[in-house]
């Protein structure tokens, strides 16, 4: 367990003891205070609604030892005398010095993970191949990849651990080179560029400038791997003479995926590697982009002395992380439950995906807005109903569920494409009516797909239709 005392969080943060004991040893970090148990430092945060400043008496309440503050609030300190105070001029900033005092006293190989789509499943992956040669990986938990998160998760690696593996999200100009500062990681890999929150940072080529910027406090003989089949990373490369890694499927790339195919409907191929060293690759998750990520993993293991072939076999026992691409069989569905995030590039991985399961079973598509694609928004939710089009006659869906005002252009777009489809498109402005109607379409065998931004909550209901029964679905006829 990773411990720090008041103490040393005086010594990192700068800040001063209002209240409690320097003494006092932390062995949490909580931004809610429902969590804030004992051994816990609270941290409370400013944020559009809600001053946490407010809730640091509850925190205290629950047990946690310490607390940050850029404003005590009255009578705090009376009432808690025995609870460390730390006062601080921002807690956010104040955070981030903590996490690049734990970032010090780590001496482990630390790797850090970004892009647009893609990013977790990658960091997954990567952790699982590296397992292929370490015995304890540490790796990001949940989505704790902000400038909030990524301190908190440094604090959490532990003495024992021997490598770690970091996920870093950015969702505005400058934010991953606060993020990365405090990381300092030593091996970067950059998935690729797409247009998630394009309606902040305005451009991809404005996106690909900050996603580089991972880079920030890595150690000058550092690696940063690139995503070679990426059009606009192609052509990029690692700043001050670090080593570049391209990976993918073109010639350009030293860790490269050739003899691509499937078994069992899963991707299989042969990892090309420097030095005339190769490994076969079989996957246990489903769609072409996973080559992609596949072949990342190799690639980071075996820059960092896995053997290939030992961070292959590794590989093949990852299965999917919850909401992306996790696969339910019930007897009775086939639920593809890739209801965490959506943007253009991973809707179409996950329609490809189901698409190509279970060949001859119905499939639906459960659709819901995507969210901060900027004043283009309407284009690309057209663009990815000109892509369920074009592949209709391969029934890559034969009924299309949209939820949401912006899901509607999928439709659109879809009709755009392929005129014959009409009658297969339903549309939802409310997730409760999609759920019933969906009850009444399901039938033994279907094939059912939940894919949407995380806001639209197609979660619950993809957890729900993983564990119907026959029973209870109503009817087997389309809904009117």
Known sequence: MSKLTVGEILQATGGSLASGRRETEITHIETDSRKAKDGALFVPVIGQKTDGHRFIASAFQGGAGASLASTVPEGLLEEYPDRACIQVEDTIKALQSIGSFCRRRLSIPIIGVTGSVGKTTAREMIACALAGGYSRVFKTAGNHNSQVGVPITLFEIENDNEIAVLELGMSEPGEMEKIASVAQVDMAAVTNIGIAHIGQLGSQENICREKLKIQEGMREDGVLFLNGDDPILR??????????????????????????????????????????????????????????????????????????????????????????????????????????????????????????????????????????????????????????????????????????????????????????????????????????????????????????????????????????????????????
């Open 235 to 480: 052509n990029q490369k690692a700043q001050k003479g670090r080593r570049t890694f391209y990976y993918g499927t073109g010639e350009n790339c030293q860790y490269r995926a050739v003899d691509i195919g499937t078994e069992e409907g899963f991707p299989v191929f042969t990892a090309l590697c420097p030095h005339g060293r190769k490994a076969k690759v079989r996957l246990r998750v489903l769609g072409s982009h996973n080559i992609l990520n596949g072949i990342l993993s190799i690639a980071v293991a075996a820059e960092n002395g896995v053997d290939p072939e030992a961070a292959a076999k590794a590989l093949e026992k990852f299965s999917g992380y919850q909401g992306r691409q996790q696969i339910f069989e019930n007897g009775e569905l086939t639920v593809i439950d890739d209801s965490y995030n959506a943007s253009p590039v991973s809707m179409k991985g996950g329609l490809e995906v189901l698409m190509n399961i279970h060949p001859g079973r119905r499939k639906i598509a459960v659709l819901a807005d995507m969210k901060e694609l900027g004043e283009k928004e309407a284009l690309y939710h057209r663009e990815v109903g000109n892509y369920i089009g074009s592949h209709w006659k391969e029934h890559m869906a034969d009924a299309v569920l949209l939820l949401g005002d912006l899901a509607r252009e999928i439709g659109t777009g879809l009709l755009e494409t392929a005129p014959e489809a009409q009658g297969s498109v339903y549309y939802f402005d409310e997730k409760e009516e999609l759920e019933e109607s969906l009850k009444k379409m399901a039938a033994p065998g279907d094939c059912i797909l939940f894919k949407g931004s995380n806001s639209m909550g197609l979660g619950p209901l993809a957890a729900g239709f993983a564990q119907i029964r026959t029973e209870e679905l109503w009817r087997t006829n389309l809904p009117e």
